[in-house]
Each structure stands twice: as structure tokens, then as C-alpha cells.
């Protein structure tokens, strides 16, 4: 499973306003317009070395600045929130949560995408790939070569992202697909709070 990691990358949150000149670059300004993101998800993790597969299904809902909720119902339940200044996670199985402060240098990663506080064109070598059936395709290789991931493509079906691809430097291709896709609603501030069960055990500090 994509995890902690996938889910402190893409939803960490939404883009800052973009500069000028990114403004004029469709996929840019398609991500800006994102104020607040809430969809189902499905997602594969695919091992082409080891020819394995693992899907995963849940929910995500996302707020700028920082702010999100991404369950994960199956096969594994999991949950990850920041409240815009400490991660949670809770592994169900485990009955225990690790918590820490949330970084606010996510560096070349999916998050910046949906989170950026910094210059996508400075972290990213940006490239539109043309359309896929309906979907419009673009490619963010990080600049530096020492983040997670070795490249990342968004999916667009007009002005919605429906799509990430994400190849991670360990060989593993991660797939995750939006649906019941909700942009720019309001969404309560419960969520970006994790209630802790009672007997579960808490690890970290935030």
C-alpha cells in the first residue's frame, strides 16, 4: 500500500496561486482552480519485478492550506489526517496511531501538485502528452534526483482530474482513480481531526 507516504504526497493539500507564467499552462491552472477535492478512490500498486498486484479502495477529502482526511477501507483499514500541522495515522489492525509534525518541505512530490506552496515549474520538468480517450495526459518529472518518485502523470477529463500515475525509484507503479468527484464544497472541519478509539496506542509526538 501506497500508505503514509501516498497519502502525505497527494493529499497534503492544494496548489498555492500559481505564478504568472504557470497561470498560462492548462494542467497548472486546472490544479489552482482545486480549492478543496473530495472523490472515492481506487488504487493498484503494481510490482512489474515481482509481478504483483495489490488494489485498494477508500475515501479522500482535501483543503487548503494543508488539511486532509485519506481512508483506506480495503483490503486494509487505514487512516491518515492532518489538521494542517500533524499527521495521524491509524492502522486499524495494529489498534495503534504514530503521529508527527507534518513537513512543510515536501520537496518534488506528488503533494505538490495538489499542495504546492512552491513553484511547480521549479520543482517539476513539466510535459503535455496528449489525450488518452478522454482524458487530456501530463508529466511532472522532478528536478531533483533525490525524491521518492521518478515521474508522476495526471489525468484530466476536462477541467477534473479523474487520474495519477506515480513511479516510485524502487521499481513500483502506483495507479489511483478518482470518482465521485467533488470540487470546491464545503467540507466539515470534523474530518481533518482523528478521534482515537479507547485502548489504542499512540505513538509520537505532534
Not at 10 to 32: F, S
Not at 89 to 96: F, G, R, S
Not at 171 to 194: D, Q
Amino acid at each position: 500500500m501506497v500508505g503514509i507516504a501516498f497519502g502525505v504526497w497527494l493529499c497534503c493539500l492544494l496548489p498555492a496561486l500559481a505564478q504568472a507564467g504557470e497561470a498560462r499552462m492548462p494542467v497548472l491552472a486546472r490544479l489552482d482552480r482545486i480549492k478543496t477535492f473530495a472523490a472515492h478512490f481506487s488504487e493498484t500498486v503494481s510490482d512489474p519485478a515481482l509481478k504483483t498486484h495489490r488494489h485498494h479502495q477508500g475515501r479522500v477529502w482535501i483543503e487548503r492550506p494543508n488539511r486532509f482526511r485519506w481512508v483506506y477501507k480495503t483490503p486494509n483499514a487505514e487512516t491518515i489526517v492532518s489538521n494542517g500541522h500533524s499527521l495521524w495515522v491509524y492502522d486499524v489492525a495494529l489498534e495503534q496511531v504514530t503521529v508527527h509534525p507534518l513537513s512543510h518541505d515536501l520537496g518534488s512530490t506528488p503533494a505538490m501538485l495538489l499542495a504546492g506552496r512552491r513553484s511547480l515549474s521549479h520543482l517539476f520538468v513539466i510535459h503535455k502528452l496528449g489525450m488518452t480517450g478522454r482524458l487530456a495526459w501530463y508529466r511532472f518529472t522532478p528536478r531533483s534526483p533525490h525524491g521518492t518518485f521518478r515521474r508522476i502523470e495526471v489525468g484530466f477529463q476536462g477541467r477534473t482530474l479523474r487520474v495519477m500515475r506515480l513511479w516510485d525509484r524502487l521499481g513500483e507503479e502506483t495507479e489511483i482513480r478518482f470518482s465521485h468527484i467533488r470540487v470546491n464544497a464545503p467540507i466539515s472541519s470534523r474530518l481533518f481531526r482523528l478521534q482515537i478509539p479507547s485502548g489504542v496506542a499512540v505513538i509520537g509526538h505532534p
